[in-house]
């Protein structure tokens, strides 16, 4: 037993022999959720390719020593960084012979690693606006609101119209002002899967002289690939006048394992203001284009293999793979009274909302979760429902024929369940509080009346720190405005992150 072993700890008195040790994290690994399988609808991209994660892990092993700190004394990572850089660029309209033939770009750790430096070169860029700000539609990704609040850059949220919720390209230019130093958009938003309208949104920013961002962390090496099938995927990257920069996660759909994403600016002189350097101290003289500093080689060769190992020829079969199961589990919804799609799909999302009061999305989450279909509750906002996401990979479709009867079966059971029923004074203090009257003691009360935050440790046996429910949970967060929900989940998450001893 681990907890014999180790008594929680990471640091036993005596070492371990190693394949103990890997035993442990098997048996811990054994309480996720299944990576693999295509019943898992959000946080993992699997392309169901035989071979592929072992190439990727050796191709992790081979640099996880290196470091990405100095690209003159590690030149193996600095070709592969600019190989994937290459193959980003030309991917998203840039590169020799485009439109955009001076594109540069940086590997970064994650999305919101590159939104945020994408928000970092805009303000740089302008040392003279002493209040920058950044345009976003309301539909944005949540990186850019943080990217906001650490580089102090205020954000101005545009609301999208609940019909289409694609940003409004009129109400975007009116947002606008002397201090604005950036306009973003998404191809696509990651709640919804819809593609902004970025040649409007572009044009305006460009008419203004602004910077503008697409984020395309989560659809940029997809949409390129359903347009070539036959979608009618509408001018997202810098084929697009007015584009300055744009992003794309490679851990997401080009399938490489976490850590990697790649920030592309349409010139140099767009990108000089994301660097830091710094000569000013006894030290080695710093310049770093991401905001980690020492930066591990394996997410990078990881990368690297995976996209040489599939190649554009793998990436076209798996974007056909992937559009046949939205397809499949879009009908699949439809094929269900008492579900509504949010959006048609155009991408590679499946959102789903309810059209009936007796049937709460967050109970059929549970029960969706009880037969092994593991999807993404999101909560109302601002006159937009509570929906489902699934995020759709190319591991779904040998399973999207057993998708709808259980979608059936779910619903009928939520049904039969019927909404949740919180006690009304807690319902009622969710919707009053403000975020300065959760005291931890309160939130601990709340905590343990909904089954949160038990034993967490390595060792710790039972049900571990979450209900197996978690419906009551989204409940109580969807019934509270939003900066309680966030004081909320701080609370909330603070319990479950507890040290080990
Ligand atoms: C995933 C995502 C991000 C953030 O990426 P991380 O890799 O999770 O940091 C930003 N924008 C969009 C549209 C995304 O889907």
Known sequence: ??????????????????ER??????????????????????????????GLDELAAAAHAQSAHVNGLDPT?????????NALVGAAGRLLGGGPGSAAPDVVGSVTGGGTESLILAVKAARDAHPEITAPRLVVPSSAHAAFAKAAHYLRVALDVVPVPPDTLRADPAAMAAAIGPDTVLVACSAPSYAHGVVDPVAEIAAVAAEAGRRCHVDACFGGWTLPYLRRLGAPV????FTVPGVTSVSVDLHKYAYAPKGVSVLLHRDPALRAPQYFAYADWPGYTMINPT?????????IAAAYATLRHLGDDGYLRLAATTRDAVAGLADAVRAVDGLRLMAEPESTVVCFTTTDPALDLFVLVDELTLRGWHTQPQLTYAGLPASVHLTVTAAVAPRVAEFGPALADAVAAARAAGPVALPPDLLALAGA????????????????????GGGAGVGSAGAGPLPERMAPVNALLDAAPPAVRERLLVEFVGLLQRPAW
């Open 291 to 299: 905001i980690a500093s020492t930066r591990s080689g394996g997410p």
């Open 73 to 81: 004394a590690f030149p193996s990572l600095l070709a592969m960084e």
């Open 1 to 18: 037993m681990i907890d014999e072993e180790t008594g929680g700890t990471a640091l036993p008195e005596r070492g371990m022999a190693a």
């Open 433 to 452: 509080l403000t975020p300065d009257a959760l005291t931890p003691g309160l939130v601990a009360g709340l905590a343990a009346g909904l089954g949160l």
């Open 234 to 237: 509408p001018p997202f990257d």
């Open 21 to 50: 040790v890997l035993d442990e994290i098997r048996l811990l690994r054994g309480r996720d959720r299944p990576t693999h399988g295509g019943r898992l609808f959000a946080y993992v991209y699997d392309p169901a390719v035989p």
